[in-house]
Nanobody, 126 residues
Framework: QVQLVESGGGLVQAGGSLRLSCAASLRPFSSRTMGWFRQSLGKEREFVAGIQWTGGSSSYADSAKGRFTISRDNAKNTVYLQMNSLKPEDTAVYYC???????????????????WGQGTQVTVAS
């Protein structure tokens, strides 16, 4: 069954903004660390941002700091990625990921996440 569904991707001009959403049918949601990753052609999947279930602490890749913001709405079982000042090098498929519930930490490695969405394409035109 589908457990993480991303949306909000698309084509945007450089300097523009997009907000990605990830709707989770995983239960419980509020006790899971959530993450966003991305993968561009010919490259490995890489961490973009993560948000803990404890206190909402967040972490960002250097490439995302100052431009992207991760947030979550536990009432809606949704995690968001607000992306501003987009650059052509941000072009990739963006994936939402979830850890098992009540697992501490905010990792930035693909194997540390247990559930994945199907991805949403983000294309930034120069």
């Amino acid at each position: 069954q589908v457990q993480l569904v991303e949306s909000g991707g698309g084509l945007v001009q450089a300097g523009g903004s997009l907000r990605l959403s990830c709707a989770a049918s995983l239960r419980p949601f509020s006790s899971r660390t959530m993450g966003w990753f991305r993968q561009s052609l010919g490259k490995e999947r890489e961490f973009v941002a993560g948000i803990q279930w404890t206190g909402g602490s967040s972490s960002y890749a250097d490439s995302a700091k100052g431009r992207f913001t991760i947030s979550r709405d536990n009432a809606k079982n949704t995690v968001y990625l607000q992306m501003n000042s987009l650059k052509p090098e941000d072009t990739a498929v963006y994936y939402c990921a979830a850890r098992k519930p009540l697992v501490p930490g905010l990792p930035d490695k693909v194997p540390e996440y247990d559930y994945w969405g199907q991805g949403t394409q983000v294309t930034v035109a120069s």
